[in-house]
């Protein structure tokens, strides 16, 4: 497929900044990918937790994971000082348990199931699949912080995931 043939706007020379931002970030969304929320402890040790899709897999051997966290969160002085946190991988029909951990500050984890975990750290029940990690290293990145993480457990129960893409939630194609 050529540059041309894409249905996404061009960077126009006369583009501000907030245009041009706006117009990546749409343009970004077209990388479709699953919803997870990452949990953590405060330095008081309540709860905090965040809906992420920057998740990935980094290395096999050793077990090594990233995401990547805004500046401006309002967990971010808990998740780039806590030693411990969990990705959890949502399911299909766990939508409202995405836009719940969206939400800036909200009271997130009066309104799901959870029980404390290794290290006391918080862990939602019913997921498709989790990760508890031992943070690594903070890596900078421009106006978001890489954080890496070493997986020490994992487990799966499977089912359908929550798709992300160009801004809306998806259902898996079939074959
Ligand atoms: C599908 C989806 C994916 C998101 N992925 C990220 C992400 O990777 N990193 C991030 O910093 N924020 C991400 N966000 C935004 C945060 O979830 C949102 O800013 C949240 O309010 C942060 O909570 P806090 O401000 O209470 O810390 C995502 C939101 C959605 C809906």
Redesign the pocket.
Do not use: K
């Given at each position: 497929m050529t540059a041309s043939s894409n249905s996404a706007a061009p960077v126009e020379p006369g583009q501000s900044a907030a245009e041009r931002s706006r117009a990546l970030r749409d343009t970004l969304g077209h990388f479709a990918t699953g919803?997870t929320v990452v949990t953590t402890l405060d330095a008081s040790g309540e709860p905090v937790g965040?809906?992420?899709?920057?998740f990935n897999s980094v290395s096999l051997d050793p077990a090594l994971i990233l995401?990547?966290?805004?500046r401006s969160?309002?967990?971010?002085a808990a998740f780039t000082q806590s030693e411990r946190f969990v990705v959890h991988v949502l399911k299909g029909d766990q939508q409202h348990v995405?836009n719940l951990?969206?939400?800036?500050?909200?009271d997130k984890f009066g309104q799901v199931k959870w029980h404390r975990g290794p290290e006391n750290v918080p862990q939602l029940d019913d997921c498709a699949a989790l990760f508890h990690c031992r943070r690594t290293q903070n890596i900078e990145g421009g106006d978001?912080t890489i954080m890496l993480g070493e997986v020490l457990e994992f487990s799966a129960s499977g089912g359908e995931p929550l798709v992300?893409h160009c801004g809306g939630y998806r259902a898996l194609a079939g074959e």
């Open positions: 919803v965040m809906t992420v899709n920057s995401w990547s966290i805004d969160s309002l967990s971010y995405s951990f969206a939400g800036r500050g909200a978001h992300f």
